[in-house]
């Protein structure tokens, strides 16, 4: 059984930094890409980051180019993305997700989800 679990969201202030972890259980991670997705009230889920496991350059959406790092802890099975310098319009429902593509941007070619994790930033 697939579990992708998310934490570490919160509410922080513009300008200030969160990371958020996936811990992932119940793959071949090598046969895996990792992603993470954003939903924003009233918006559609969007594409933030994507990486392998097995090393690569990861891939990022244009907004977070350049402020949120993605990366694999391969002996602990998680997947973390490191926000900094964040803004009120990353304020979102965050979400962890797998797929047998690798680096794929489209929300519909992954096929395991987490809960996703809330992140506020205030202005």
Same mark, same amino acid.
């Not at 090598?30 to 980051?49: I, L």
């Given at each position: ?47 933030? +980051? !994507?990486? @392998? ?6 891939? &990022?959406?244009? =907004?977070?180019? *350049?402020?949120? %790092?993605?990366? /694999? ?23 962890? +997700? !797998?797929? @047998? ?6 929300? &519909?070619?992954? =096929?395991?989800? *987490?809960?996703? %994790?809330?992140? /506020?930033?205030?202005?």
């Amino acid at each position: 059984q697939v579990q992708l679990v998310e934490s570490g969201g919160g509410l922080v202030q513009a300008g200030g930094s969160l990371r958020l972890s996936c811990a992932a259980s119940g793959l071949t991670f090598s046969n895996y890409g990792m992603g993470w997705f954003r939903q924003a009230p009233g918006k559609e889920r969007e594409f933030v +980051a !994507a990486i @392998t496991w097995s090393g690569g350059s990861p891939k &990022y959406a244009g =907004d977070v180019r *350049g402020r949120f %790092t993605i990366s /694999t802890d391969n002996a602990k099975n998680t997947v973390y993305l490191q926000m900094n310098s964040l803004k009120p319009e990353d304020t979102a429902v965050y979400y962890c +997700a !797998a797929s @047998t593509r690798l680096w794929e941007e489209s929300q &519909y070619l992954y =096929d395991y989800w *987490g809960q996703g %994790t809330q992140v /506020t930033v205030s202005s």
